[in-house]
């Protein structure tokens, strides 16, 4: 790993843009997480109070979800079970982790944001999508810092990421000095999976061209436009998916009780998993399924999990009583095949496409697990005169970081240092310096220390 030194009054060491899979991460030329657009028709949101997202928290929450020095031994990250390519699920129906595999089948995080619900897991045990990013951390199967048996305490973790040079520079970046805290793990983390949204679907396209969301969309084939109906309508005149499943967040109603699945990964019985992911990208772009789906992975198409609803069947104590009928048995819909075929293609209408290959949302490390930084621009330094004496000396970096205003006779030593100066929330660097004898000036950034 290294940290690019360039100096502004240089071309960056690293001459070639940052793209995905390059390796090189330009902290000068931060993407946009914080303000993109969403449509006026979703309205829900579970972030809390002081932890919304900023460019500079994602960018580090974007590092640390593809690292896998973040599992005991190097070999496991968060995207070794949400893949960017499988709308951040997993095609598995349990997930490798270092000692073993995932209870559960790794839910989708697309649109994690947008939903009221704001507890997470599939059982709800965490009580935000903050406690929830480092759970897995913690797990004896999944990362292994569980702090249990041979597995190292959590803080031993932190203490690894305080001596990584490039986490001293993105935690700097990120929250103004070097400290790495669980809380902080977590904050970023979460402002990442926030983050990432899909709202380029056929159904946003045609939602956009209609008043409300119950006419027919202009952009849809009559079997489409039919099996939305279904989706939205009640029993017994439909299939009444939109009570638990709320367009056009597709996330779930946090009322809602178990659906019905009631088996555990490897045998067993389970009635606590009451929520699930919002229902967009259940199919990816090409047609591929993001993973099979239910908590237990138990159905392997849309069409299982049409059928499952369509016919519930086996009752529990803990079955959502939209899922039961009048006489307290489970529900059989009695939908027609013609009625399951249009529902299915509804269903594939919510399906995005840019999510699937935004860079923003893709691994920064080269296939050697390896990751450069730049933290200066491959642009020259700028002086303005601000009056006889004095000039203005500006340097667009890396937002929220330290850089040394420094001086020189010779070009050769840099010894003097005018100011320390921070660069502001747009990455600009300025200080005042004299004229009076000659002096060259260039800004310069070292790695702070843990």
Same mark, same amino acid.
């Given at each position: ?68 020095? +973040? ?13 960017? !390519?499988? @709308? =951040?699920? #997993? $095609?598995? &129906? ?62 031993? +973790? ?13 935690? !700097?970046? @990120? =929250?103004? #000095? $070097?400290? &790495? ?270």
């Amino acid at each position: 790993m290294k940290v690019s030194l360039a100096l502004c009054t240089l071309l960056s060491s690293l001459p070639f843009a940052a793209t995905a899979g390059s390796g090189i991460l330009d902290l000068t030329t931060q993407a946009n997480y914080a303000q993109q657009g969403k449509p006026a028709y979703i309205t829900r949101d579970n972030t809390t109070d002081g932890k919304a997202i900023t460019d500079r928290g994602a960018t580090l929450g974007r590092v640390l979800f593809y690292d896998k020095r +973040l599992s005991k031994d190097d070999s496991i990250s968060c995207s070794s079970c949400h893949q960017q !390519a499988h @709308a =951040f699920s #997993d $095609t598995s &129906i349990a997930s490798t982790g270092v000692n073993g595999t995932t209870g559960r089948h790794s839910m989708r995080l697309i649109n994690s944001r947008f939903s009221q619900e704001p507890k997470f897991f599939w059982d709800e045990r965490a009580t935000t999508l903050e406690n929830q990013t480092t759970q897995p951390i913690r797990d004896h199967a999944e990362m292994g810092f569980s702090g249990t048996g041979d597995d190292p305490a959590f803080s031993v +973790l932190l203490t690894k990421l305080a001596a990584i040079e490039e986490y001293q520079v993105l935690f !700097a970046m @990120a =929250f103004g #000095d $070097t400290a &790495i805290t669980e809380s902080r793990l977590q904050l970023a983390l979460a402002q990442f999976i926030r983050s990432i949204q899909s709202f380029d679907s056929r159904f946003d396209v045609g939602r956009a061209q209609v008043a409300n969301g119950n006419a027919p969309f202009p952009n849809f084939t009559t079997q489409e436009n039919a099996g939305k109906q279904i989706f939205l309508t009640p029993p017994p005149n439909g299939a009444g998916c939109a009570g638990c499943h709320r367009p056009g967040e597709f996330d779930i109603d946090p009322a809602s009780r178990n659906n019905g699945v009631t088996t555990k990964i490897g045998g067993g019985t389970d009635l606590t998993n009451v929520r699930s992911p919002s229902l967009r990208d259940l199919i990816g772009p090409g047609g591929q399924s993001n993973g099979p789906f239910m908590h237990d992975g138990s159905l392997a198409t849309l069409e299982a999990v049409i059928n499952h609803y369509n016919a519930i069947p086996a009752d529990n104590d803990q079955l959502d009583a939209r899922l039961q009928r009048p006489n307290g048995q489970p529900q059989n819909l009695g939908l027609t095949q013609d009625e399951k075929d249009s529902l299915l293609a509804f269903l594939l209408t919510l399906t995005g496409s840019a999510v699937y290959t935004d860079e923003r949302w893709s691994d920064p490390f080269d296939e050697a697990g390896q990751l450069s930084l730049i933290v200066f621009p491959a642009t020259a330094i700028k002086i303005e005169k601000s009056g006889a004496a004095m000039a203005k000396v500006s340097c667009q970096a890396t937002p929220g970081l330290q850089y040394k205003l420094q001086a020189s006779t010779d070009l050769v030593n840099w010894d003097t240092t005018i100011a320390t100066v921070t660069a502001d929330a747009n990455g600009l660097c300025q200080h005042q310096v004299s004229l009076t004898g000659s002096w060259f000036y260039r800004y310069a950034y070292e790695v702070p220390s843990p």
